[in-house]
C-alpha cells in the first residue's frame, strides 16, 4: 500500500470549495451574517417574511403615495451605501487580479 496514491480531504473539496466561493463553514457564516443584516434592512422598510407578497405591495403603495421624496429617500440611502460598497468591491477586484 505504500505505492498507492490517496486523495486528500482538502483535494476532494476544491472544486466545492472554488464553486461557493471558500470553505463550506465560512461560507456559510457569511451567509448567516450577511441574512441577519438584509433581514434588519428589510424589516426597517417593512417587509414580513411570513407574507413577502403583501409586504412588496406595500412598499410600492407606500413608494407611490410618497412620490419623488422616495426616490430622494431611495436616493440617499443608495448613495450612503454606495460609498462603502464601491471601493470596497473595486479593491476585491485589484486584489484578486489574475498576475502577469
Not at 456559510?28 to 450577511?34: G, K, P, Q, S, T
Request: no cysteine.
Amino acid at each position: 500500500m505504500p505505492d498507492e496514491v490517496r486523495e486528500l480531504p482538502a483535494a476532494r473539496n476544491d472544486g466545492l470549495a472554488r464553486f461557493i466561493g471558500g470553505t463550506p463553514l465560512a461560507v456559510a457564516v457569511r451567509l448567516v451574517l450577511l441574512s441577519i443584516l438584509v433581514g434588519v434592512v428589510l424589516s426597517a422598510i417593512g417587509f414580513d417574511p411570513w407574507n413577502i407578497i403583501e409586504s412588496v405591495r406595500r412598499l410600492f403603495i407606500s413608494i407611490w403615495n410618497l412620490g419623488f421624496d422616495a426616490i430622494n429617500w431611495v436616493w440617499r440611502y443608495f448613495l450612503l451605501g454606495a460609498v462603502i460598497v464601491v471601493p470596497i468591491w473595486l479593491i476585491s477586484r485589484v486584489v484578486n487580479a489574475p498576475k502577469r
